[in-house]
Nanobody, 124 residues
Framework: QVQLVESGGGSVQVGGSLRLSCATS????????MAWFRQAPGKEREWVAD???????GYLDAVKGRFTISEENSKGILYLQMNNLKPEDTATYFC??????????????????WGQGTQVTVSP
C-alpha cells in the first residue's frame, strides 16, 4: 500500500510559480511510476507529467518548458515545479503511483494509488 499526500497548491497570478510536493509512504522507489495529474471543473482528469524509476521524465505538451517533475528519493518526496503559470493551468492537482519500474500509461484509470489533491488557481 502506498500513501500519497500533496501540498503546495495556492492562488497565483499569471506568470507566477508554485511548487507542489507529494509525500510518499515508505516504498521501494524502483518499483513505481510516479505521475502528476490535474482535473479542472467539468473536465476529465488529465495526465501532466511522470517520472520512472530510472529518472526518465515525460510531459504534457501544454506544460513542456514550464513544469518540471523531480523527486528527492531519500525523503520520499515527489515535486512538480510550475513556472510561468497560465489561467488554463487552474485545476486540482493529484500525484499518483503505478506499480512498475517504467511509465507505460497516461490513463488515470491505470494508476492504483492517489493523493487527495491540491488546488491550483491562476488568475489573470
Amino acid at each position: 500500500q502506498v500513501q500519497l499526500v500533496e501540498s503546495g497548491g495556492g492562488s497565483v497570478q499569471v506568470g507566477g510559480s508554485l511548487r507542489l510536493s507529494c509525500a510518499t509512504s515508505r516504498y521501494e522507489r524502483r518499483r513505481y511510476c510516479m505521475a502528476w495529474f490535474r482535473q479542472a471543473p467539468g473536465k476529465e482528469r488529465e495526465w501532466v507529467a511522470d517520472i520512472n524509476s530510472y529518472g526518465t521524465t515525460g510531459y504534457l505538451d501544454a506544460v513542456k518548458g514550464r513544469f518540471t517533475i523531480s523527486e528527492e528519493n531519500s525523503k520520499g518526496i515527489l515535486y512538480l515545479q510550475m513556472n510561468n503559470l497560465k489561467p488554463e493551468d487552474t485545476a486540482t492537482y493529484f500525484c499518483a503511483a503505478e506499480p512498475g519500474a517504467g511509465c507505460y500509461t497516461r490513463k488515470s484509470a491505470d494508476f492504483d494509488y492517489w493523493g487527495q489533491g491540491t488546488q491550483v488557481t491562476v488568475s489573470p
